[in-house]
């Protein structure tokens, strides 16, 4: 998808967009601003990925396009997620450095100076660390829970915070795109790939209108991605909470047994039944709904779900319509 001016860029500015018409104006103008003040003005790309926005996103998109050289518009045909739509823009970039950031303008186009300097001084990835996060509590809390589920299940850096405003290598963005399966989670990605990783403080900016994208049932959502998709560590769980379960019956029969033949005239424990057979089979549904998500996504993946499908690309001042 290059063309002849791809020599020259040496960033790429990824961003997936939903239900931001009103917000795109003045976040290119940002975007644009930052990247004079850094004189990398005619060496960088701008690509939006319309993620099947309800609103008039892509229209604006194109018009945009039309103003600006320095912008790619990529539409795919349904909503996909935030995290595919990513990786339908990684594979369009032609910068040598390559940066993600979200849409909403709480992350700052003045920081990605300093994310392609950490980048360019031989670093694989430059994450960014909110100062005075501007999330609501709930999701701050989820946060903190997706902070430590990573570690466990991906083996995430400690302290490292896995934000959606980060940067890499061109080489690292190769290797990620090799992933072709239809749940894709990009930090997932990213660290199965290097461990040369780096972060800098910025401070995080109040959204410019409006709500994010995410609620809880997303939230969750893409926690079960994490975790089903780039681990197997909820198995080995379920196997080690089987046994454990397995290893604490044995030693209550024991203890019931012996109960017994010291006071035969102990009445049967109806309550304590009930809650041992409720407790077990809650933990049976558990592994089983475990099992099930990943037989699931295999299910998809062997059957060629895809990652994302593009219907329109528009960049140099031409549309392409994709069939």
Not at 64 to 77: E, H, N, T, V
Not at 94 to 120: K, L, N, W
């Amino acid at each position: 998808m290059a063309d002849v001016a791809s020599s020259n860029i040496r960033v790429s500015i990824v961003i997936p967009v939903y239900r931001s018409e009103n917000i795109l104006p003045t976040l290119v103008e940002k975007i644009h601003a930052a990247m004079i003040n850094s004189n990398m003005s005619d060496q960088f790309e701008l690509l939006l990925v319309n993620d099947c926005s309800p609103d008039n996103s892509w229209a604006v998109i194109c018009s945009m396009a039309d103003k600006y050289q320095f912008i790619k518009g990529i539409s795919l045909r349904r909503n996909f997620g935030q995290h595919n739509a990513t990786m339908a823009g990684l594979n369009h970039i032609s910068g040598d450095i390559v940066v993600i950031m979200d849409d909403d303008m709480q992350h700052p186009p003045e920081a990605i100076s300093d994310m392609v300097a950490a980048i360019s001084g031989g670093f694989d990835v430059c994450y960014t660390r909110y100062i005075n996060r501007k999330h609501p509590s709930w999701k701050k809390l989820g946060s903190q829970f997706n902070d430590w589920a990573s570690s466990k299940f991906l083996g995430k850096p400690k302290g490292l915070y896995l934000s959606s405003f980060k940067a890499m290598q061109k080489e690292v963005v190769m290797e990620v795109i090799k992933y072709d399966g239809p749940y894709a989670y990009v930090d997932g990605l990213i660290l199965d790939v290097t461990r040369s990783i780096t972060a800098i403080d910025i401070q995080h900016q109040v959204r410019f209108e409006g709500e994010g994208n995410y609620n809880l049932f997303s939230s969750i959502s893409l926690w079960m991605k994490m975790a089903t998709s780039f681990s197997v560590s909820p198995l080995r769980f379920a196997s080690f909470m089987g046994f454990g379960i397995s290893l604490f019956s044995i030693i209550m029969i024991g203890i019931i047994f012996i109960q017994k033949m010291i006071h035969p005239e102990m009445a049967a424990g109806w309550a304590s039944l009930i809650a041992t057979i409720l407790f077990i089979g809650g933990v049976q549904t558990l592994c089983i709904g475990m099992i099930g998500e990943y037989l699931g996504r295999t299910y998809l993946k062997l059957n060629g779900k895809p990652q994302y499908t593009v219907g329109a690309l528009t960049w140099k001042r031409k549309q392409l319509d994709v069939v």
